[in-house]
């Protein structure tokens, strides 16, 4: 997997892909990250990569001419068409999915954006598809591009000890994930649940699964609709909605 970020703080970037388990699993050549400085393809002197939008208003926007420049170059690079994630808040909201399909590509690009976002026309040129990562706004895109980045690196097989590491967790299956303990198994008048400790597997994975199916159901019931469940979870949910609704 090659994942190319264009950016105007590639520095900020190499941080966060240096360290931890993508860190490490970039040191083995399981993912290959490269990020790209928009600003060394400028044509003027003072390599500005910022414009005052037409129509006024305020903050600036960043122009068309050098990211397109740098992705051509990222494509010339890459020997091959590349697949062009733009981080924005407009774009569709990311899920687990998609995290899946685009680790199933040899590799993309991501262009962050920064100030008040980018010139339309290079996104109409040559960006393939816009991302959000919440109904929300943050300075720029490369903390989204880093969440993007590490949410598709930890699907890559050897990037995560086992497949369980990512199968088990929330959104994998469109449920939450269940609640977890470690020691000690009473802490500040608090004990673990028992069933936990028990030692009984099949009774653990009952247990785990209902209470996956209870954190969904109360926090998130849409994500239940596209989940896959069995005739026991389809009865366990409905005692959900009856207790519901005598309370």
Known sequence: ??????????????????????????????????????????????????????????????????????????????????????????????????????????????????????????????????????????????LPALILSDAVSRMISGVLSTQEGYTEESHFNFLLEYPQYTKPAIWNEMSVPEVLVTGHHANIEKWRRQQSLRLTFKRRPELLENANLSLEDEKFLESLKESVGNN
Do not use: W
């Open 1 to 142: 997997m090659k994942i190319d970020l264009l950016t105007l703080f590639p520095e900020m970037c190499e941080a966060v892909l240096n360290t931890s388990i993508i860190g490490r699993a970039r040191e083995k050549g399981l993912v290959e990250f490269s990020c790209h400085q928009i600003r060394d393809y400028t044509l003027n002197r003072q390599n500005q990569v910022d414009d005052s939008p037409y129509g006024g208003g305020e903050g600036m926007l960043m122009t068309a001419q050098p990211i397109y420049d740098c992705f051509r170059a990222v494509e010339k690079l890459r020997g091959e068409k590349l697949h062009l994630i733009y981080m924005t808040p407009t774009g569709k909201t990311l899920t687990q999915e998609r995290v899946k399909e685009l680790s199933e590509l040899s590799g993309f690009a991501i262009l962050c954006g920064r100030y008040e976002g980018v010139d339309q026309r290079v996104i109409d040129a040559i960006v393939d598809e816009e991302i959000s990562i919440g109904d929300y706004v943050v300075t720029g895109g490369e």
